[in-house]
């Protein structure tokens, strides 16, 4: 099957690899003029413009849209103008689910038919495949269905799940079609959601073993420094990227995610090489909003969207209050986060 694809970024571009190694046929484009050269050298069809990409597809086209969620709603409406009637174009990116619903109806007006795709699996898509969760008409699904099966990791990614008999559906072979449009970036909202909440939990276990020598330093001895209570009990030099390791075998906690951290820590132990400075893209804050719209208590992916926030430091101001209560009612002293620790 053919394909156009518009954004070779590290997603696009592992996307397109996936796709010809697959059979398909696939044209391309990118303002990066390198990274079409890059995939043309691969035997994609490199194309200069939007309009030259249209013109290399047979009827009915499809055009998968791969960039950043800012600009897909600009970059999905110049592509829908050089196609017509029956063709499709997909949004691949991680777009608020409530813009595709507005621009499917702003397009089927015109024929063209819209898809939202929401799309997992990061740079390692190209090996592993890639999780999708489509919404969009029946009719558009049936036919990037190819497209779906080439790109999804398979059937035998995975152990089968006791209960499902017969031949293997699609969510089996690692996509589905949700429901109509904006259902596949719905699903895609909720699963970054989650995906903060992991992050969250495997972070602060981390951290908690990382501190897990406190009684083994000197801390300050003042009226504002917090005991540790019983200091022998946390004496315990460990072995982090070791226990990162073992987790992987055989642990309730396992998971691709533990195993990526694993090798983060084998890389760098100590993490020198990271700020903290963690940003959200989205998907977290649209997932919290849409908890509160809907009533659904969802503490964990608050929190953890919250805890991204502060670590870029937008809790400095509200904590510098904080502090300046504490002067003002009690006289307590500042200290620093340094000193607090006992310089370590």
Known sequence: ?????????????????????????????????????????????????LA????????PRAVWVMVPAAFAGDVVREAAEHLVAGDVIIDGGNTFYRLDVARAAELAARG??????????????????Y????????????????????L??????TTRTSGFEGKPGPAERGWLHCGPSGAGHFVKMVHNGIEYGMMAAYAEGFAILEAADAGMGDRPADAETAPLMDPHHYRYDLDIPAIAELWRRGSVIGSWLLDLTSAALQADPTLAGYAGHVSDSGEGRWT???????????????AALYERFASRGNGEY??????????????HAERQATDAHGGG
């Open 1 to 49: 099957m053919q394909l156009g694809m518009v954004g070779l970024g590290r997603m696009g571009s592992n996307m397109v690899r996936r796709l010809m190694a697959g059979g398909h046929e696939c044209a391309v484009f990118d303002l990066d003029s390198n990274a079409v050269a890059r995939l043309a050298a691969d035997g994609a069809i490199p194309a200069g413009s």
């Open 52 to 59: 030259e990409l249209s013109s290399q597809l047979e009827p």
């Open 112 to 129: 063209v038919d819209y898809l939202d795709v929401g799309t997992s699996g990061g740079v390692h898509g190209i090996s592993r495949g």
């Open 131 to 150: 999780c999708l969760m489509v919404g969009g008409e029946t009719r558009a699904v049936d036919l990037l269905a190819p497209i779906f099966d080439t």
């Open 152 to 157: 999804s990791p398979g059937v035998d990614a």
């Open 288 to 302: 919290v909003q849409t908890a509160v719209d809907l009533g659904v208590p969802a503490h964990v992916i608050t």
């Open 318 to 331: 509200a904590a510098k209050i904080t502090s300046a209560m504490r002067e003002q009612f009690g006289g």
